[in-house]
């Protein structure tokens, strides 16, 4: 099943889900206008298909005194078996602070996303890579502050049209004196 497949009320039954995954299915029957057993049949078919994969909930790290953010590029070595990726991608699966692995295009064979309670969580993990033997050099970017997070997929309503006293000037001159700059320095 994809997208095509989808109809509204689908569509709407995952952007209510997105929302509020402990919505029931009666309260989700009454957001789109179906009957709650209706309703349980198309959860029950978004899941068979492979669309919906679950029901989770969003939790605080910093109050659960994992406060590091990181994101790892890791490269490997160019004779790198495909055994030794499939360990590599194992180890990263198995390890409790990653949270996200991905292969890129570029120098990079992954790149991920770690959330942990010390730096020390994180240079033990990079340690662990490069005793693998396969892991050619690993690039650590700490994150300074989360300015905001995303659930990992949505179906976003439109964005509606920006009132004409919230679009941003267009004139260098009008751009400097929002963000603070002197104007007469852009005009040289």
Known sequence: MSIEDLDEVDIKLLRALTADGRASAAALAQRVGLTRQTVADRLERLKNDGILLGYTVRLDPDKLGQPIRAFLAITLMPACSTEAEASVIQMLKCNAWVQECYRVTGDDYFHIRVIAPDLAAV????????????????????????????????FPEPLPEPAPSQALPTAPAQRAELFGHSSSRLEE
Do not use: N
Request: glycine share 6%.
């Open 123 to 154: 240079r033990e993990l990079v340690l662990d890579l490069r005793e693998t033997g396969v892991v050619q050099s690993t690039r650590t970017t700490l994150a300074l502050e989360t300015l905001f997070e995303k659930s990992p997929l949505g």
